[in-house]
């Protein structure tokens, strides 16, 4: 299966018609076209907003960016200097190698080092590898943390995938009875302030920024005419995310009303920090799979 290297991106083909992008810059994946039905031209399951900049002048708004060492703004004593999210997202990645091309998938690596910038601002020496894979019906996007300090490095990680789907219909699924923080409250304590999700389905109909954890890395996201499951391992926690309007609109690269054309599903490990041993790897790993519905479109 053809590997198409182009100067700013990396394109997979599956020989069904399947294919992914992911730009050179914060490695991010920006097209995940999945053949849905037998027959059926490829289908886009990633939303981007048409405002983004994919020039590398500053992250993607949407596909799945890649969040490391931290979530959110930073608040680890060695994450001081850092912008919100970290640096992954807004570095530039090297492709490192092509690891699978058979039949039922194909697969490659790209890799981030400290650069001169990421010294300024980070202390520790590490090596990040990401493995995006692709098959018929599943994209795999895999993160390998490699401590190469003499010290623990303490991390957050989290893959901020923008699922395609029409907001006012979609719920997520197989989060009943867990623990929450709902960052749209107003206080710091609210926010603080663990609530437990009484849904069999959560929706993002208004504003909804919802940080779960120890949730079971399984989740199911549904909509009338289609949907994605996702699988995780290493992922403890899980956000869902939607801006609506309310937050939407202050967002200078989100499009007029693309809110309603996405949900955000973020598998990754955020609430406290991962500790890991000089010398040691971690592998936080996520599959999305379409299955057969009828449609993906809006």
């Known amino acids: 299966m053809p590997v198409e290297q182009k100067e700013d991106r990396v394109i997979l ?7 992914v992008e992911i730009l050179y810059y914060g490695a991010t994946v920006i097209s995940w076209l999945s053949v849905i039905g037998q027959g059926s031209e490829p289908v886009e399951c990633l939303f981007v907003s048409s405002k983004a900049a994919l020039d590398g002048s500053k992250p993607v708004r949407g596909g799945i960016p ?8 930073p608040s680890h004593p060695e994450h001081a200097k850092l912008s919100q999210h970290g640096f992954a997202r807004s570095s530039t990645w090297n492709f490192d190698s092509i690891v699978v091309d058979n039949d039922a998938g194909v697969s490659v690596r790209l890799t981030l080092s400290p650069t001169q910038a990421i010294q300024s601002v980070y202390p520790h020496d590490f090596l990040l590898s990401y493995v995006v894979t692709l098959a018929e019906h599943q994209l795999s996007t895999d993160l390998h943390v490699t401590n190469k300090s003499d010290k623990p490095l303490e991390f957050q990680a989290l893959l901020h995938n923008y699922i395609r789907a ?4 979609v719920t997520v699924s197989n989060l009943q009875k867990l623990n929450y923080y709902d960052k749209t409250e107003a206080t710091e304590e609210a926010r603080a302030t663990a609530k437990v999700e009484s849904r069999a389905g959560v929706d993002v109909r208004r504003f909804t920024d919802s940080v779960y954890e120890n949730a079971p890395q399984h989740y199911y996201v549904t909509w009338p005419e289609g949907g994605v499951e996702i699988k995780t391992v290493n992922f403890k926690d899980v956000v869902v995310w939607n801006p609506q ?3 939407g609109s202050k967002i200078g690269d989100m499009e007029v009303n693309g809110w309603d054309h996405y949900v955000c599903v973020e598998p990754g490990h955020v609430r406290g920090f991962f500790s890991l ?10 599959t999305i799979t379409s299955p057969g519905s009828k449609s993906h479109s809006l």
Do not use: D, L, N, R
């Not at 000089?278 to 936080?284: F, M, N, Y």
């Open 277 to 286: 041993e000089p010398g040691k790897t971690w592998i936080g790993q996520q």
């Open 166 to 169: 029409p907001a006012k219909e």
């Open 66 to 73: 890649v969040v490391f060492p931290c979530f959110g703004a």
């Open 245 to 247: 309007a309310e937050a």
């Open 13 to 19: 083909k599956h020989p069904k018609g399947s294919s």
